[in-house]
């Protein structure tokens, strides 16, 4: 599903990405504007008589077809049911569009702002949203998208990272330690919670996935969409101290509650997911290093002094699987 190869963009030059558009029925007026994203390239085309599109070009090799288009499937599902999705356009029939070697995706243009996660009103509207995608994601199974992995995600980072001698040696042994022992505190955490219930997820729900509009959250980009556990679309709302995730955690769930059900022994996975997020993050940009993209995007990874605060956040993670778990509190209302 998600080849090593670094993906080829050097034939994707303005001319073939306007063609493009234009091959799909869209009258380009030549206008072009790159969109903050390295996993995919995306792009605002303008178009003539018309408002803007928003082209998302896949990156090769990742997703088959049948992925691409289940992951689209899931949110036309979410957006006739109401909920407030960016989803792909359909023309002649589909939404995905091969040109040369690119498959890409048209968007409708749509602006916002980032949510205030400090606010509980908002806090509240954002678990209300994804508990209803959730309702959605509940009603049938995903055939062609993963299953929310902790092994890849954990362990097979962790790998990746030491055989492809990313780590610096004079880090490694502290680097395997701490690893050591964040993977086996995130399999206590699983089974702590006894095997959760799973469902289909937007899977990568963090704020910058969410627009902020007169009419409240809009979400964004499901290309990570998955089977996984419900938590993994709540945790990247809350942070901060114990007391003060606690706050936030209540009033995400008391959103949440109004539509679906929570199950609070997922409250063990909060910081288990957090640190297989972390290590993760390290491990995709890695393996998106050949890639010329990401040493111009990130020019502070790969070095000393990133491997070494690397480290030093991982250990500050080893407290944080063992504080208490979250408490799911009621709000007080004025």
Same mark, same amino acid.
């Given at each position: 599903?998600?080849?090593?190869?670094?993906?080829?963009?050097?034939?994707?030059?303005?001319?073939?990405?306007?063609?493009?558009?234009?091959?799909?029925?869209?009258?380009?007026?030549?206008?072009?504007?790159?969109?903050?994203?390295?996993?995919?390239?995306?792009?605002?085309?303008?178009?003539?008589?018309?408002?803007?599109?928003?082209?998302?070009?896949?990156?090769?090799?990742?997703?088959?077809?049948?992925?691409?288009?289940?992951?689209?499937?899931?949110?036309?599902?979410?957006?006739?049911?109401?909920?407030?999705?960016?989803?792909?356009?359909?023309?002649?029939?589909?939404?995905?569009?091969?040109?040369?070697?690119?498959?890409?995706?048209?968007?409708?243009?749509?602006?916002?702002?980032?949510?205030?996660?400090?606010? =509980?009103? /908002? &806090?509240?509207?954002?678990?209300?949203? *994804?508990?209803?995608?959730?309702?959605? !994601?509940?009603?049938? @199974? %995903?055939?062609?998208?993963?299953?929310?992995?902790?092994?890849?995600?954990?362990?097979?980072?962790?790998?990746?990272?030491?055989?492809?001698?990313?780590? =610096?040696? /004079? &880090?490694?042994?502290?680097?395997?330690? *701490?690893?050591?022992?964040?993977?086996? !505190?995130?399999?206590? @955490? %699983?089974?702590?919670?006894?095997?959760?219930?799973?469902?289909?997820?937007?899977?990568?729900?963090?704020?910058?996935?969410?627009?902020?509009?007169?009419?409240?959250?809009?979400?964004?980009?499901?290309?990570?969409?998955?089977?996984?556990?419900?938590?993994?679309?709540?945790?990247?709302?809350?942070?901060?101290?114990?007391?003060?995730?606690?706050?936030?955690?209540?009033?995400?769930?008391?959103?949440?509650?109004?539509?679906?059900?929570?199950?609070?022994?997922?409250?063990?996975?909060?910081?288990?997911?957090?640190?297989?997020?972390?290590?993760?993050?390290?491990?995709?940009?890695?393996?998106?290093?050949?890639?010329?993209?990401?040493?111009?995007?990130?020019?502070?990874?790969?070095?000393?002094?990133?491997?070494?605060?690397?480290?030093?956040?991982?250990?500050?993670?080893?407290?944080?699987?063992?504080?208490?778990?979250?408490?799911?509190?009621?709000?007080?209302?004025?």
């Amino acid at each position: 599903m998600d080849s090593q190869a670094p993906a080829d963009y050097t034939s994707l030059t303005p001319d073939t990405l306007l063609d493009a558009v234009d091959d799909c029925g869209y009258q380009t007026d030549g206008h072009l504007l790159a969109l903050n994203s390295y996993e995919n390239r995306v792009y605002q085309v303008g178009v003539e008589d018309g408002a803007p599109v928003v082209v998302k070009f896949y990156r090769p090799a990742r997703w088959d077809d049948a992925a691409l288009l289940e992951e689209h499937a899931f949110s036309i599902e979410l957006a006739d049911r109401d909920l407030p999705v960016v989803a792909p356009l359909v023309t002649d029939g589909t939404t995905l569009h091969h040109f040369g070697p690119f498959r890409f995706a048209v968007y409708p243009q749509c602006g916002g702002r980032a949510p205030e996660l400090d606010r =509980p009103e /908002h &806090l509240r509207q954002l678990g209300r949203l *994804v508990a209803r995608l959730h309702a959605v !994601g509940a009603l049938k @199974a %995903f055939q062609h998208r993963p299953n929310f992995d902790i092994v890849l995600l954990g362990e097979g980072s962790r790998r990746y990272l030491i055989e492809h001698g990313f780590i =610096p040696p /004079h &880090l490694q042994s502290a680097y395997e330690g *701490v690893t050591d022992f964040l993977l086996a !505190g995130i399999r206590a @955490a %699983f089974t702590n919670t006894g095997p959760p219930r799973t469902l289909r997820i937007h899977g990568d729900c963090h704020p910058g996935n969410i627009l902020w509009t007169a009419q409240g959250p809009l979400i964004l980009d499901l290309d990570d969409a998955c089977t996984g556990p419900a938590m993994q679309d709540l945790w990247m709302f809350l942070s901060g101290n114990h007391d003060y995730m606690c706050a936030r955690l209540a009033e995400l769930l008391s959103g949440y509650s109004e539509f679906y059900d929570f199950d609070a022994r997922e409250l063990h996975l909060i910081e288990a997911l957090r640190t297989l997020r972390m290590m993760n993050y390290a491990a995709w940009l890695a393996r998106r290093w050949d890639d010329p993209a990401f040493p111009r995007a990130f020019p502070w990874f790969n070095t000393g002094r990133y491997w070494e605060e690397h480290v030093l956040t991982l250990r500050e993670q080893e407290a944080a699987l063992q504080e208490p778990v979250l408490e799911w509190r009621e709000p007080t209302r004025r």
